[in-house]
């Protein structure tokens, strides 16, 4: 009996076909794979982008901490010391690349609880920071895909009650303007939600104040570590 020699192959582009005792015989043409494996991998290159820039974006937060501030006097040779907590919202927009992250961002905050102290001989006090306001620029660095090392500079302002007691004492207030720095981390818990901490310094320029016994010149800087739950739209 003659023995029959079967040969399967696949000719890209043509289909599959057949070989019988050296004869090739057409079957059925084959499906294309190439295009959907090409879409296959451009979406798991998108959602990995995706994932990349979680930090990206506009986003809004509430924010909760302490501070403290201290004010240098003129032409009384002292200082005051006040601390206390406070609360505020954080808003601002992410741009991302790979690792990189830069971005603008503002804060507003009001003092929740304060402690201030102010002792002299002749004259007491209570300084009070009433709001504070900053605009900063941010740039960071993802060391990894979901936790951000940052830091900030920027313009900082502030008002403050500034009642004196005793001799030659009476109310007063002033507005503050100044620079602020500080850096801090920042853990995307999903692709809208993250948390971060971070430390900020403000120094503010020096104001004078007059009083019926005179002028008192305030030259305060204040020192802020805040928690933060953010949004991201």
């Not at 079967?6 to 004869?23: C, D, E, M, Q, S």
């Not at 930090?55 to 302490?66: A, D, M, N, Q, R």
């Not at 504070?132 to 993802?142: I, K, V």
């Not at 981390?185 to 999903?190: D, F, P, Q, R, S």
Request: proline share 6%.
């Amino acid at each position: 009996m003659r023995g029959v020699c079967f040969a399967y192959a696949i000719a890209p582009g043509l289909g599959v076909y057949r070989r019988v005792n050296g004869k090739r015989h057409g079957l059925k043409p084959s499906v294309e794979c190439r295009p959907a494996a090409r879409t296959f991998a451009a979406s798991l290159s998108a959602g990995a982008a995706a994932a990349q820039n979680v930090f990206e974006g506009w986003y809004l937060s509430g924010t909760i901490g302490g501070a403290t501030v201290n004010y240098d006097l003129a032409p009384a040779s002292g200082s005051v010391d006040t601390s206390g907590v406070l609360g505020g919202v954080v808003g601002g927009w992410s741009w991302q690349s790979g690792p990189i992250v830069l971005g603008i961002e503002g804060t507003s905050w009001v003092p929740i609880q304060r402690q201030p102290s102010l002792q002299c001989r002749l004259q007491s006090g209570e300084p009070n920071i009433d709001m504070m306001a900053d605009l900063r620029l941010r740039a960071g660095y993802a060391i990894r895909p979901r936790v951000l090392l940052f830091g900030t500079f920027g313009g900082a302002w502030a008002n403050a009650d500034l009642p004196v007691t005793g001799i030659g004492g009476g109310p007063g207030d002033a507005d503050f303007f100044g620079w602020s720095a500080g850096g801090g981390a920042e853990v995307a818990l999903n692709p809208h939600w993250s948390a971060r901490f971070n430390y900020q310094f403000t120094d503010f320029s020096s104001e004078k104040v007059n009083y019926p016994g005179g002028q008192l010149n305030f030259d305060p800087d204040a020192s802020t570590y805040r928690g933060s739950l953010i949004y991201r739209f």
